[in-house]
C-alpha cells in the first residue's frame, strides 16, 4: 500500500497526531507513506531509521523547457518567450505550468514558428498573480465564481457555491465546466457529491488575493450565513468553518460562539489538542468585542473549557492548564453565585492533587462542597463530595475518602449530571476500597467505571478508568491480572496522544513485568514512564512510580539502590501528606533490611510501624500484608505462638468472597501453626 499527503504543512493538529501514529507503526507495516511538505515544516523524524527525507530542488532549464514542451502538445514557442519562462519561474513546476498555459491562452490565432508576427503576439506573466488572472479574463464569465469559490476555500461543493454566487445555477454550472476545462479547478470526492477543488493552494490563495479587502470581508459574510440557515448539518458537525468565515467577515461574536462550539465538539470526541487550538482562536477574538459582562461571561465559558482541554491532552499539571483555569476563576468573581464556579475549582483542586500539594487541594474541596451544599442543584454537591473524597484519599484519610466518593454516586443522576459524571468517583473508590480491604467491591467499581467509559465510546474517560483498574490490581499485588489491563491503557492513550494515561500505563505495565520474571525489561519500562510522569507535571504519579520502582529494584537484587529510594520517598511523603501507602513503604524498608543483611529487630520495626500505620488509616490490606511480613519471621524464628493473633482477627475481617495474594499467604501461615 502507498499513501500519499499532500501540503503537511496545512495540516491540523489531529492530522498531525495521525501522521505520528502512522510514523510509529509503519514500520512494522508493508507501506510505503509518503508526506509533501514546505521545508519550513519542521518535522523531528528524520532520525527514525525508518524515515528518509528528501529534498526537491527546483528544475533546472533543461527540465523546464521540457515541461514547456510537453504543456504545449506540439505547438511551437520562439526561444525568447521560453527563455523568459525560464527566467520568470524560477523552477517552479506550478508557475511553470500556469505561466506557459497563460502564454498559449494569449495566443492570436496560435503559436506557429513559420510566423514572422507569432512571437509579438505572445506575451509571458510576471508572476504566478498575473498567468492566473491572465487565464480568469480569458474566461472574463468564469471569474467572479472562481473568486466566490476561492473565498470558500480550497475545496467547495457545487451547492453552496451555487446558493452563494449572484447568479443562475446553469451559468454557475457553466462556468464550473470551464474551470474544469481549463485545468484550475479538478473534482474531488465521489462524483454524485459534486465537490471541487482547485489544483493547487496557490492558484487558490491569488483567486482569493485579487479580490478587494471588503469584497472579501462581505462574501464570507455571506457563506457564514447560508452555511448557518441553508447548511445546517456542516454548521452542527464542522462548527470551525463557520466560525473562521465569521471571522474573516469582522464578526467576531458569531465567530467566537463557532469556536467555542468547535472546541467543546473536539473535547468530546478526545481530539484535546485540536480543540485547545479552536478556543485560543476565539480568546484571540475577544479583544475585538467592547468591555462588558457578556465578554466576561463568553471568555470565562472559553477558559474553562480550555482548561478541561488541556488538563486531558496535557495533564492537569500542565502550566497551560492552571493558567486557563486560574483566569476562570478570576472571572467568576465578577459574577454572583456563578454555576462555573464549581467546575472551575474542581479543575484548580486537580491542579494541586497532581502536583502533589493535597493539604491545598482539601481546603479548596472543603471550600467548594460548603459552597455547593448552600445550591439547589444537585451536581456543585456531587462535584464536591467527589474533589473532597479524592483529596482525603490521598491524604490517607480512608474511610471518610470512601464516604465522601459514596456520596458522589449516590447523588449521581443520569438525565441530569451527564454520563461521565461516575467515572472519576468510580475509580478512586476502586483504589480506597482495595487499600481499605474491601477488595472485591474496590475491583468491581474499577470495571463498573471501564465498562461505562466504554459504553459512552470517551478514550480519555476509557484510559483513565483503565489506568485506575489496573493500579487496583497492582495494590492487589495481581501482576497476572494488572498487565494486561496496563496493555490496554498503553495501546489506546498512544492512539489518541495521551501523555499523562500512556506513562501511567507503562509504570503500572513495567511493574506487572517484575512480577511475571521479567524484571530487566519492567525495571526499564518504570524508569522510562518516570521521566515521562515527570514531563506532564504529575509529581502524584511521579512519586507512586518510584515506590514502583523502588519495588522492582528490590526485584532485580538491586537493594542498596532500593533502600535510598524508599528513604527518599518517605521523606516526599511526610513532606506533601500523601500518606496512603505510606505502610506499603515501611513495610517494603522492613524487606530491604532483611534481606539486606540487617537485624531481623529493625525489620521488625519497621513492621510493626507499618501495622500502626496502616490500623490508624483503616488501611487493611496494607495491614495484613505487613502482618504477613512479621508473622513469616516469627515463623522463622520458632514463634508460633504469637502468629496466630497476628493474623487471625484480621484475617477474619476480609471474608471469603476475594481470595487475595495477601490473604492466601495469611491463611497458609495460619495453617503451618496448627
Not at 143 to 165: H, M, P
Not at 291 to 315: I, P, T, V, W, Y
Not at 569 to 587: D, F, K, N, P, Q
Amino acid at each position: 500500500m502507498i499513501l500519499v499527503f499532500e501540503d503537511v504543512h496545512w495540516a491540523d493538529p489531529t492530522s498531525l497526531e495521525l501522521l505520528e501514529r502512522i510514523r510509529d507503526n509503519a514500520k512494522n507495516w508493508r507501506m510505503l507513506v509518503i508526506l509533501l511538505h514546505r521545508p519550513d515544516l519542521n518535522l523531528p523524524w528524520a532520525e527514525q531509521p525508518h524515515v528518509s527525507s528528501l529534498a526537491i530542488n527546483r528544475l533546472d532549464r533543461v527540465q523546464v523547457s521540457s515541461m514547456v514542451e510537453s504543456l504545449t502538445e506540439g505547438q511551437v514557442l520562439p526561444q525568447t518567450v521560453i527563455e523568459q519562462i525560464l527566467a520568470k519561474t524560477d523552477g517552479v513546476p506550478l508557475f511553470v505550468e500556469e505561466i506557459t498555459k497563460a502564454v498559449l491562452q494569449s495566443t492570436i490565432g496560435g503559436p506557429n514558428e513559420d510566423r514572422s508576427d507569432a512571437q509579438p503576439s505572445l506575451v509571458v506573466p510576471d508572476t504566478l498573480h498575473d498567468s492566473l488572472m491572465a487565464r480568469l479574463d480569458q474566461l472574463a464569465p468564469v471569474k467572479t465564481v472562481a473568486q466566490i469559490a476561492a473565498v470558500i476555500g480550497r475545496e467547495f461543493s457545487f451547492e453552496l457555491l451555487k446558493t452563494v454566487a449572484p447568479f443562475p445555477e446553469n451559468e454557475v454550472d457553466a462556468a464550473i465546466d470551464r474551470l474544469l476545462a481549463s485545468g484550475l479547478v479538478f473534482r474531488s470526492g465521489h462524483v454524485s457529491e459534486q465537490s471541487f477543488a482547485f489544483k493547487h493552494a496557490l492558484v487558490r490563495d491569488e483567486a482569493y488575493a485579487s479580490l478587494l479587502h471588503d469584497q472579501r470581508r462581505k462574501l464570507h459574510g455571506r457563506i457564514a450565513e447560508t452555511l448557518c440557515r441553508d447548511f445546517k448539518e456542516i454548521a452542527d458537525t464542522a462548527p470551525e468553518i463557520v466560525a473562521q468565515h465569521y471571522a474573516q467577515a469582522g464578526k467576531p461574536k458569531p465567530a467566537i460562539d463557532y469556536w467555542l462550539k468547535a472546541g467543546r465538539q473536539a473535547s468530546a470526541r478526545s481530539a484535546f489538542v485540536e480543540a485547545s487550538t479552536h478556543l485560543q482562536m476565539a480568546l484571540k477574538l475577544l479583544v475585538e468585542l467592547p468591555a462588558s459582562m457578556e465578554r466576561d461571561n463568553l471568555e470565562l465559558q472559553l477558559q474553562q473549557s480550555l482548561g478541561g482541554a488541556f488538563a486531558a491532552g496535557k495533564g492537569f499539571g500542565a502550566a497551560e492548564t492552571i493558567q486557563a483555569y486560574k483566569r476562570a476563576l478570576d472571572l467568576c468573581n465578577n459574577f454572583e453565585n456563578s454555576p462555573q464556579r464549581f467546575t472551575v475549582l474542581n479543575g484548580i483542586i486537580a491542579f494541586h492533587v497532581i502536583r502533589g500539594e493535597f493539604e491545598q487541594s482539601r481546603v479548596l474541596a472543603e471550600d467548594l462542597l460548603s459552597r455547593a451544599n448552600q445550591q439547589d442543584d444537585s451536581m456543585p454537591r456531587l462535584t464536591g463530595h467527589r474533589a473532597l473524597g479524592q483529596a482525603l484519599f490521598l491524604i490517607g484519610e480512608l474511610a471518610a475518602a470512601r464516604d465522601h466518593l459514596s456520596n458522589s454516586l449516590k447523588l449521581y443522576d443520569a438525565a441530569r449530571h451527564g454520563s461521565l459524571a461516575p467515572i472519576f468517583s468510580q475509580t478512586y473508590l476502586a483504589l480506597a476500597s482495595v487499600v481499605l480491604g474491601d477488595i472485591g467491591r474496590g475491583l468491581a467499581f474499577g470495571r463498573d467505571a471501564v465498562h461505562l467509559a466504554e459504553q459512552l465510546r470517551h478514550p480519555h474517560s476509557i484510559c483513565n478508568a483503565l489506568a485506575f483498574l489496573a493500579g487496583a490490581h497492582v495494590l492487589c499485588g495481581d501482576a497476572e491480572a494488572a498487565y494486561p489491563v496496563a496493555e490496554r491503557t498503553i495501546t489506546l492513550a498512544s492512539e489518541y496522544g495521551f501523555p499523562l494515561w500512556l506513562a501511567g500505563g507503562q509504570m503500572l505495565r513495567g511493574w506487572a513485568r517484575c512480577n511475571l520474571e521479567d524484571a530487566e525489561r519492567g525495571l526499564a519500562e518504570i524508569r522510562k514512564s518516570v521521566k515521562a510522569l515527570e514531563a506532564t507535571g504529575a509529581l502524584i504519579w511521579v512519586q507512586f512510580a518510584r515506590y514502583l520502582l523502588a519495588q522492582a529494584l528490590a526485584k532485580a537484587e538491586q537493594l542498596t539502590d532500593a533502600r535510598k529510594l524508599v528513604d527518599q520517598i518517605l521523606m516526599m511523603v511526610a513532606g506533601t501528606s500523601g500518606r496512603w501507602y505510606e505502610a506499603e513503604l515501611h513495610r517494603l524498608k522492613g524487606d530491604l533490611l532483611l534481606h539486606g543483611g540487617d537485624s531481623t529487630a529493625a525489620a521488625e520495626a519497621c513492621y510493626e510501624r507499618a501495622m500502626a500505620v496502616a490500623a490508624r488509616q483503616g488501611a487493611r490490606l496494607w495491614q495484613l500484608r505487613a502482618a504477613n511480613a512479621l508473622a513469616s519471621i516469627w515463623s522463622t524464628q520458632g514463634r508460633l505462638p504469637e502468629v496466630h493473633p497476628c493474623l487471625a482477627s484480621l484475617c477474619a475481617t476480609f471474608g471469603e468472597k476475594v481470595m487475595s495474594v495477601d490473604l492466601r499467604q495469611a491463611k497458609a501461615l495460619l495453617a503451618s501453626t496448627t
